[in-house]
């Protein structure tokens, strides 16, 4: 059986991975794709939590961090799509209008 | 057989994320975090946890990253991608952030009680997520209901108004 | 030992069977459009044509390669691929027949069926939703305009038509109280007043609009005529598979008629039964192979359908296409879906 802190260490390194690409990225999708990334590193968390306590609801947790990513992608894309038709690139060191 | 199993999906979902921010060119990046997401469904199933697993393949990898895709697509992104600087300025920095959030999540880690507790039950069916989800999480489930509403509306107005 | 043998030999079964089926619902299709049109089809090669396919594939096979000078290299490989992959996917959870231990070969019966899961229904929508990346990374990674308009239509496409599909199945969900599709089929067991059979679609008044609604998104998702917008010739050359040729071209063919007998066999098995009917089953030696016959009859005439679609209706434009799938079969999904609810709870009472 698979102890519990090998799945809490692959949570760790996946959330780590999407802090630094956060830090180091600049196109906004990708950006975008890291935080992605952290949700899922959370999520593992969670799903190993609750296969270990044992309690279901960390899945249900996990179930509404899957609803809230949809609907963020959702929003952020469009987001991306109207930045991109007025600004014709999507890079986020470029995109500093509200920057005094 | 188990071990066999999470070594070859823990260290898939981990190499595909590595790939995935190194990538320059984002269709890459984006079948890269897809591919993990695959690896990860693969844990939650030998955590017993088959819908979730199901719901991450159809939801994250079936529907958030294909709009991801499409985006990419529809912008053509991948053409700007080779105008840029070859060399990522604050990789170093970003390192060394990532090396402290690291250590500073293996030490909360270290302290976590159950650490040495075995499995609970075995696995866990879709009944017993619907009857939690209906009667516990009500609220949340009727909000996300309504979250969802709205971030459909965002979407529309964001692409219908020229701004 | 033993199982994992008669694991090994299912898959190859289902796997072959399934690629079989390709060449001949491409006869099929061109033998009943003929017919339909007052012609005769392919006729030269076998007895009214049957091995035209096996000749088609041959010449395919003898084609040139070519890859298109700016596309990208892997991920251009990887498309065709993929679609295949996520074709056959879907036969795994999909019951065939009855338990049966093909006349007392075996000891233990085993049931017809690859795997049977908890949770098989969703195993079947996640790779109808993979099934996307296969076009959408084939349009784009030739390189080339009028396979990126393909994809580009097929995702938008594929996105919208996956969500009435996916809540077309939610009433059979409700009637059947499983995601196990072994379980479903087994809920439609039986007759009602010794003659008509207790399929979902006979069950309830809604089961037969959720069966059509199922059904016109299978045909969107499958991309053949009327929504066969990603390859519209007139428009986009051959859509997303502009680029391709030899047997990439061909995977992609393949991949297209594996989806549309994998559409008709879960419609059968959600709605139509699954391999229930007169004689199947039951305690005799030869039961499941009359369960067998059921079961690929109905996919048959499934198909018969798909054909009839393609030589009667013209193509929709594409905003008739959205308008269609958002304002109508959305809606209707979901009025189906309450309407079961309601059909339940009266039952219940």
């Known amino acids: 059986m698979i102890p519990l802190s090998w799945y809490l260490v692959v949570s760790a390194v996946l959330f780590t991975i999407g802090v630094v690409g956060i830090f180091f990225r600049r196109d906004l999708i990708t950006l975008f794709m890291c935080i992605e990334l952290q949700l899922n590193g959370v999520n593992l968390a969670l799903i190993a939590f609750s296969r270990y306590l044992p309690d279901i609801s960390g899945q249900i947790i996990v179930f509404f961090v899957i609803t809230v990513a949809a609907a963020e992608a959702a929003v952020g894309l469009a987001i991306m799509i109207a930045l991109f038709h007025h600004k014709e690139h999507l890079d986020s060191e470029r995109v500093n209008l509200m920057q005094g | ?163 | 030992m033993i199982e994992l043998l008669i694991i090994a030999v299912k898959c190859l079964v289902v796997f072959t069977a399934a690629l079989l089926g390709v060449p001949f619902m491409v006869w099929f299709e061109r033998k009943v459009v003929a017919h339909m049109q007052m012609r005769l089809g392919p006729m030269y090669v076998g007895p009214h044509g049957v091995l035209q396919p096996f000749a088609d594939a041959i010449k395919l096979m003898f084609k040139e390669d070519f890859l298109p000078p700016q596309a990208n290299k892997v991920v251009y490989y990887l498309a065709p691929v993929l679609g295949m992959t996520t074709a056959v996917l879907a036969f795994s959870v999909i019951p065939f027949g009855p338990q049966t231990n093909l006349f007392g070969l075996l000891k233990e019966p085993i049931p017809l069926q690859v795997t049977d899961l908890n949770i098989g229904l969703l195993i079947i929508f996640s790779a109808t939703a993979m099934g996307v990346y296969g076009i959408v990374l084939a349009g784009w990674s030739s390189n080339s305009k009028y396979p990126l308009l393909g994809a580009l239509r097929s995702t938008a496409q594929m996105a919208s038509y996956e969500l009435s599909l996916g809540l077309s199945t939610v009433s059979i969900l409700m009637l059947a109280g499983s995601l196990s599709l072994n379980e479903i089929v087994n809920a439609q067991a039986g007759l009602y007043w010794g003659f008509i059979p207790r399929w979902f679609v006979f069950q309830s008044p809604t089961g037969f609009a959720a069966f059509l609604l199922y059904f016109i998104c299978g045909v969107a998702e499958t991309n053949r005529a009327p929504f066969d917008l990603p390859e519209a010739e007139t428009e986009l050359v051959a859509g997303f598979h502009t680029e391709y040729s030899s047997m990439k071209f061909a995977m992609f063919f393949m991949a297209e008629y594996v989806n549309m007998i994998a559409v008709s066999a879960i419609a059968t098995t959600l709605f139509l039964g699954g391999w229930h009917g007169w004689g199947a089953g039951g305690d005799t030696s030869y039961g499941w192979v009359i369960g067998l016959g059921w079961f690929v009859a109905k996919v048959i005439s499934l198909l018969f359908v798909y054909v009839w679609l393609r030589a009667t209706l013209p193509r929709l434009r594409y905003d008739q296409l959205m308008a269609f799938g958002w304002k109508f079969l959305f809606p209707a999904s979901l009025v189906t879906i309450l309407a079961t609810a309601l059909w339940i709870s009266r039952q219940v009472s």
């Open chain 2, 1 to 163: 057989m188990t071990t066999v199993f999470f070594l070859i999906f823990a260290l898939t979902a981990i190499g595909a994320a590595v790939a995935m921010i190194f990538q320059r060119n984002p269709v890459y990046s984006c079948l890269c975090l897809v591919l993990a997401f695959f690896a990860l469904a693969g844990l939650y199933v030998l955590l017993g946890a088959p819908f979730i697993a199901a719901i991450q393949i159809i939801v994250y990898a079936g529907a958030i990253m294909v709009l991801f895709l499409f985006v990419i697509m529809l912008l053509n992104l991948s053409a700007e991608e080779r105008e840029r600087p070859k060399r990522p300025r604050f990789l170093p920095f970003a390192v060394a952030v990532g090396g402290l959030l690291l250590l500073e999540l293996a030490l909360v880690f270290r302290r976590a009680p159950l650490l040495g507790m075995p499995a609970g039950q075995s696995e866990t069916s879709v009944e017993e997520i619907g009857l939690k989800l209906f009667t516990d999480y009500i609220y949340p489930f009727e909000l996300s209901s309504v979250l969802i509403l709205a971030a459909i509306i965002g979407a529309v107005m964001l692409a219908k108004r020229k701004i």
